[in-house]
């Protein structure tokens, strides 16, 4: 609990831990960092809650899991830098999954809800990343697609490489995002996106 930021942890590596329950009344329900230390690795933000970033905000993270967190501005992360990260079931009222000014490297968003506006928020970079199935009144997966590559949404964004299909998950009613064979997301990115993803394997694969 925390009045101001970093309701867990504030201006700190971490990696391997699991963040549940925690709450700041300003921005990051469970981890702020300023983006001088860092990153958080590894790790899984469940049921956290703030005004902005119910999880996370001014974070470098990579291979995390974020889920159930809720924010009035990005109910997963705001302002933050995520690569190879997972956001699903997060609530806000604008940015379900994340918040504006975001950037996101080789990460799968869905099934976030927003209230008023955007699974992302405005202003956000995605390469190679997946954002689809998010709920919203008005643009539900994304408000404004900024200098989006090799990203799977909907509608199209404008940047290069990105396509509307079906990612094909094996299981997203049980939340399994793992992309079956036949996915046209894979080998659908760039080759300098990640050197590893969310299971811990190389990447690329081949």
Not at 64 to 82: I, M
Not at 127 to 154: D, L, M
Request: proline share 4%.
């Amino acid at each position: 609990l925390s009045t101001g930021s970093g309701g867990g942890t504030a201006g700190c590596y971490v990696s391997n831990s699991v963040y549940n329950g925690n709450y700041a009344s300003a921005g990051g329900g469970a981890c702020r960092a300023d983006y001088v230390n860092g990153p958080v690795v590894d790790c899984t933000f469940v049921s956290n809650s703030a005004s902005h970033g119910g999880g996370v905000i001014e974070i470098n993270a990579e291979r995390c899991v974020f889920y159930r967190n809720s924010a009035t501005y990005g109910g997963g992360a705001f302002y933050s830098c995520l690569s190879a990260c997972l956001l699903y079931d997060n609530s806000a009222v604008v940015g379900g999954g994340v918040g504006d000014y975001s950037t996101l490297i080789s990460c799968t968003v869905t099934k976030n809800t927003a209230t008023s506006e955007g699974g992302v928020g405005y202003l956000c970079n995605s390469v190679g990343s997946i954002i689809v199935g998010n709920i919203a009144p008005n643009y539900p997966n994304y408000e404004t697609g900024y200098g989006w590559t090799y990203t799977c949404s909907q509608p199209l964004p404008s940047g290069l490489g990105c396509f509307t299909n079906d990612p094909c998950f094996v299981d997203s009613n049980g939340n399994d995002f793992h992309l079956a064979s036949n996915s046209p997301c894979i080998d659908a990115g760039t080759t300098n996106e990640q050197t590893m993803d969310l299971d811990g394997i190389p990447r690329p694969l081949d």
